[in-house]
């Protein structure tokens, strides 16, 4: 059998801002044979979409293939004239991006961009490439497969652009499709759709692919090969079964680890008789717009929410994306005021805008955010971030102040040395901790985790999550954790909401977070989350009538 | 439900007509800061309590400033622009010709300069850094980091001093060919071009390097797509509304290069008309013109927002 | 994607602080600025000849070695002109640009902070006065209030005041999106710790540079004010008004007319060049 890709020695450079050099991709050799799928797994700057778009003869602005050589179909491409990559380029291998959304021209309808590849190589006449493309919508299972190409890309789904890239990328019959994290983007019941639909047109046109991917959960569903990089190096190549099951790799089995995190180790509940909830929520209805007479704001994002969160124990907030879910963590926090209900901290109701709030109530519930880059300020060095708020709150200064930033570095697992660096120079799981470590300075009794992983690579953020663990029990905080992966939430919460379309769908324990679940919603959202296991995906049964009530695609 | 172009379309007019308005106060009441009693100027020091009572009553002076102010707008509305403090000649009188003058500087510059800017824009934007985009930067920066009155001393040095092609000086009512048209327009026309291209193609430039650097752009790179078509096809329909924009920014920049081309190559527009209003301080007069002047330019800018607005197919 | 993410990896590695080049075109851009400066502050100790003396019997004089630059339409020598001059276009201009910034500046990150009805209203007011072309708010308000030294620089100032708080708005909106600012927020810091602690700092790199252009422009309408006849009034004059002066010469190419020209492009091409040459880090400190 052919290969259809053959990479060899393959070296990229880059050069940064300050106009340095380096090397992002090191020797890196792999094949690709007929109607294979490979999947080039790795965390943020291991290089995989680098690797990649090399395929297509192409690298971004700053970056250059200084080595080596990849040969596509028989022919070598990182020495061709561009005008003869070009060629190649939607006809040989074709490209699906991470954003279909920002991929997808806004100016023209979407029939005309799908097709548009016919046109550039002159492939075939006008008519025969629309009637190819509405064969290719619906393989891809898109709903009105003989109109939607009349729409501009603002008109459809994210989901639905997913797949209408696939059409595009399949439109010039590619010996070769890179897929380029086409599912990040997209929520877990979304997911399933998109991934269905790709492995069904892949498998039946017999087209080799590369599927780049930080996710291993999605990549077991898809690949046959898995390639696991790390810092633009290959760390390890093997069949996905054994890729799962028997890495032979460090690092691999490292990855494996991080992406079922030990579950929490739930405290028992000693006491019977009924104590003052830490934290209470009754009846929350926010949003944005004009508040009317009845307390309905124009735009309902959180539509009578209640909860309780006993002290010492933590509350996993999940649901898709546009669920209200980080809303209501600026609700609790006053950041956006409520227009109805109330948050009642230790019984004691707070009022709902913050600028109200005492400076005492304001450092009891501290808020912490998912994105560590925009969290702390880069112009401060650390050690100033961590001073505003012992200042702020407890009024320290001198001595007493540098001793507890050093402590607070201590109780994160930061080098003290670090206190003089800026934001800039840290890593993103370094950047998450020093988060964690101004709540910390406020002597918080509730933190507001929103998000706080989903940034970060696997790895990092288990670690976070152990991190989180040790200083519940040594300092007796409780944690209202917000996010949208399931397994996160398992690993650190007592107890999980359920929210859909700005409501509190159901409250659970997470042992039961599986088939026996009450509501229908949760059922999906829990089944929809992939496995570490190749059949799962065509095993997988759902309600098809549950599927329709829940989906926004 | 209404189409939320009309509805965009009618709120930037709204916004428009409340922008005059607000213009309209401010230039009424800078030029009512004028110490001393417009009357007594009007008249001179020979005049008597009575005949100076009798004007301010005449010219509504005795009114409080802000009803003078409704007057003075709704005078505005009717066509009524008032009367020159200097030669008490009605001032649509004396700014009529001149409007026209300078309409006509105007749309021959803008005739020449907005197709040759776009296209140096455009294309230097697609050879992005190379020796012809670093000449045409070059060039802009130069012309947009000096003196209007800088380009035209230079182009009367170059073109009638040492080549001596062209008056220095255009005099309007001496035209009587085509020939003579050209000369007579040639300088005020080359230095404003000059001035408002340099703008233009900065921003034209920068307009279209920015939809060069999208994700969609990328996307039809890497379908294959040549250089050409990325711009043509995928790039410009997305610059449109910043590169209408620029355009009329830049020939908003026209109302106010005129001021200095007008004087130094003597012509008579109605820049010049208003200088020399403002050397005589007749005040009705520079009203006016300042009214012409911020009208031109809220229906440059007005008209550029609208095409961005119905251009945006996000909208459709 | 991941390539950007690479990208930022590297940066660790890169010397800190003054780590960036500094390119030859700014640095000669800077040299040449500071010199205008220097000669702002000391002209009347290098001027070779007193500024108003008549020191040539003939007018508009060509350039020798007693008179480098020529004389002017009285016969006045026109280097130590152009070198007084220095004083009026730099120092009105440096006075107002820094008027301009501090009102545009504040009010703009106040707005950003804010927010609601304050923000709104602010805006369109600023905008509305944008929409009278800069020349004829100058010829307005000269008109009205007569001119003075003291007057060109609150017009100057209140003329590009809007512009910089435009720009300063739209940087501090962004930097007001940003987690850290709502963390000091929901920590319960008041106004003036926002703007000043977590505001200002990520915005005052690309708001010095809006300075260097705002005062490009400053410079720009001096001139052009001043060789309208309504800028700075004689005996004095700064650089556009001396071109004002000796426009009679222009028909002679007299270097009285060209050489104050030139100054002005000498000082406003190497600031703007200067910005252009400015290590991006400076520039962009916002978008990090």
């Not at chain 1, 059998?1 to 801002?17: G, P, T």
């Not at chain 1, 509940?269 to 003052?276: H, K, V, Y």
Request: glycine share 8%.
């Amino acid at each position: 059998m052919s290969n259809v890709v053959e990479v060899r020695n393959l070296r990229v450079d880059a050069k940064s801002d300050s106009g340095r050099t380096v090397e992002i991709i090191r020797d890196v050799s792999f094949d690709i044979a007929e109607g294979e799928i490979v999947a080039l797994i790795g965390e943020s700057g291991s290089g995989k979409t680098t690797i990649a778009l090399t395929l297509m003869g192409y690298t971004r602005p700053g970056c250059r293939i200084v080595g080596g050589n990849v040969t596509l179909t028989g022919q070598e491409i990182s020495n061709l004239p561009e005008r003869k990559r070009a060629r190649k380029r939607g006809t040989e291998v074709s490209y699906v991006p991470q954003s279909a959304a920002a991929s997808f021209n806004p100016a023209h309808k979407i029939m005309d961009q799908v097709i548009e590849v016919t046109k550039i190589h002159r492939l075939m006449p006008i008519d025969e490439a629309r009637r190819k493309a509405v064969e290719l919508f619906k393989a891809l299972a898109l709903p009105e497969p003989d109109t939607i190409g009349d729409r501009y890309p603002h008109q459809v789904s994210g989901g639905q652009l997913q797949r209408l890239s696939a059409a595009m990328a399949l439109i010039g019959d590619p010996k070769l499709v890179i897929f380029d994290e086409p599912t990040t983007a997209l929520d877990v019941t979304t997911q399933i759709e998109v991934l269905r639909a790709f492995k069904s047109v892949m498998k039946k046109g017999a087209i080799a692919g590369v599927y780049v991917s930080h996710d291993l959960a999605v990549v077991a569903q898809i690949a046959d090969r898995i390639i696991v990089l790390r810092n633009g190096e290959i760390q390890e190549v093997g069949r996905t079964q054994d890729i799962l099951q028997r890495p032979q790799h460090p690092y691999t089995r490292e990855l494996l680890e991080a992406f079922e995190p030990a579950p929490h180790a739930r405290v028992a509940d000693r006491r019977d008789e009924p104590e003052m909830p830490l934290l209470a929520v009754k009846d929350i209805v926010a949003g944005y717009g004009k508040v009317d007479e009845g307390g309905n704001p124009s735009v309902k994002v959180i539509n009578k929410v209640s909860f309780e969160l006993h002290r010492g124990k933590n509350l996993g907030i999940i649901g898709e994306s546009g669920c209200g879910k980080s809303t209501l963590a600026r609700v609790i926090a006053g950041i956006l005021p409520a227009a109805q209900g109330e948050v009642l901290l230790e019984g004691k109701p707070l009022d709902r805008d913050l600028r109200k709030r005492s400076r005492n109530d304001l450092r009891a519930l501290q808020i912490v955010f998912q994105s560590a880059d925009t969290a702390l300020n880069p112009a401060k060095s650390i050690a100033d971030i961590l001073a505003r708020p012992l200042t702020f709150y407890h009024g320290m200064s001198g001595q007493r102040r540098e001793a507890r930033i050093d402590q607070l570095l201590d109780m994160v697992h930061l080098p003290r040395s670090l206190r003089h660096r800026r934001p800039t120079e840290l890593s993103g799981g370094q950047k998450q901790r020093i988060n964690l470590a101004r709540a910390l300075a406020a002597d918080a009794k509730l933190i507001l985790c929103d998000e706080i992983t989903s940034a970060l690579d696997t790895v990092v953020a288990a670690a976070i999550l152990e991190l989180l663990k040790e200083l519940q029990r040594e300092l007796s905080l409780s944690y209202l954790f917000i996010s949208h992966d399931l397994s996160t939430v398992k690993a650190i919460c007592d107890e999980v909401a359920v929210m859909y379309a700005g409501e509190k769908i159901e409250q659970l324990s997470p042992d039961i977070m599986g088939s026996e679940a009450g509501h229908p919603y949760s059922r999906l959202l829990f089944s929809s989350v992939p496995k570490l296991d190749t059949g799962w995906l065509d095993s997988l049964e759902q309600d098809p009538r549950v599927l329709q009530a829940y989906s926004r695609r | 439900m209404n189409s939320p172009i009309l509805n965009l379309v009618a709120e930037r007019i709204v916004v428009a007509v409340v922008t005059l308005l607000f213009v309209a106060f401010t230039i009424f009441f800078a030029t009512e800061m004028l110490p001393g009693d417009v009357a007594e100027i009007l008249l001179g020091q020979a005049a008597t309590p009575e005949a100076v009572a009798g004007l301010r009553a005449a010219m509504n002076l005795d009114q409080p400033a802000f009803l003078r102010f409704i007057y003075w707008i709704g005078n505005l509305f009717t066509g009524d622009l008032g009367v020159s403090y200097v030669n008490k000649m009605p001032i649509s009188d004396l700014i009529g010709g001149r409007l026209v003058n300078s309409l006509k500087l105007a749309s021959v510059t803008a005739a020449i300069s907005v197709p040759i800017a776009l296209t140096l824009g455009i294309t230097a934007a697609i050879l992005r850094g190379t020796f012809y985009d670093r000449i045409v930067s070059i060039f802009t920066i130069a012309v947009i980091s000096v003196p209007e009155f800088m380009v035209a001393t230079l182009s009367v040095i170059v073109f009638a001093v040492y080549l001596g092609w062209l008056p220095a000086l255009s005099m309007a009512n001496e035209v009587t060919s085509i020939g003579g048209l050209l000369k007579v327009f040639a300088m005020p026309v080359i230095t404003l071009s000059f001035v408002i291209s340099a703008q233009m193609i900065r921003m034209t430039r920068a307009a279209v390097l920015e939809t060069l650097s999208t994700a969609y752009v990328e996307m039809a790179l890497l379908k294959g797509a040549s250089r050409r078509r990325m711009v043509l096809r995928h790039a410009l329909p997305n610059a449109l509304g910043p590169i209408v924009n620029a355009v009329a920014l830049s020939l908003s920049y026209l109302l106010g290069g005129v001021i200095i081309v007008e004087t130094i190559f003597n012509y008579p527009g109605i820049a010049k008309l208003m200088l020399d209003a403002v050397s005589t301080r007749d005040l009705p007069l520079i009203q006016s013109c300042a009214m012409i002047f911020c009208l031109g330019y809220l229906l440059l800018i007005t008209i550029a927002d609208l095409v961005a607005i119905v251009s945006n197919p996000r909208l459709q | 994607m991941t390539t950007s993410l690479s990208l930022s990896n590297t940066q660790k590695a890169r010397p800190r602080r003054f780590g960036y080049r500094i390119s030859v075109v700014g640095a000669v851009s800077f040299l040449i600025i500071a010199a205008w400066a220097l000669v702002a502050v000391f002209a009347p100790y290098i001027a070779p000849h007193p500024v108003g003396d008549i020191v040539d019997f003939d007018f508009f004089g060509p350039m020798s070695a007693q008179f480098p630059l020529g004389t002017d339409y009285l016969g006045r020598d026109m280097l130590s002109r152009i070198l007084l001059g220095a004083r009026y276009t730099v120092g009105i201009s440096l006075a107002a640009v820094c008027l301009a910034c501090f009102c545009g500046v504040t009010l703009g990150m106040a707005a950003a902070v804010i927010g609601g009805w304050f923000d709104r209203v602010l805006s369109r007011m600023l905008d509305a006065l944008t929409s009278i072309p800069s020349k004829i708010l100058a010829l307005v308000i000269v008109a009205a209030v007569g001119t003075s030294i003291p007057i060109l620089i609150v017009t100057l100032a209140v003329i590009y005041t809007p512009g910089c708080y435009r720009f300063a708005r739209a940087l501090a909106v962004n930097i007001n999106t940003m987690d850290y600012v709502t963390v000091a927020r929901a920590r319960g810091e008041g106004l003036g710790y926002l703007i000043r602690s977590e505001i200002l700092p990520g915005i005052i790199g690309p708001v010095l540079a809006d300075f260097g252009l705002r005062f490009v422009f400053i410079v720009l309408l001096l001139s052009s004010m001043s060789f309208l006849g309504l800028g700075v009034q004689p005996p004095f004059a700064d650089w556009g008004a001396l071109v004002k002066e000796n426009i009679g010469g222009l028909s002679f190419a007299a270097p009285a007319v060209v050489f104050p020209s030139i100054a002005i492009a000498t000082l406003t091409i190497s600031v703007n060049l200067l910005i252009d040459n400015l290590p991006q880090k400076i520039r962009d400190r916002s978008e990090q």
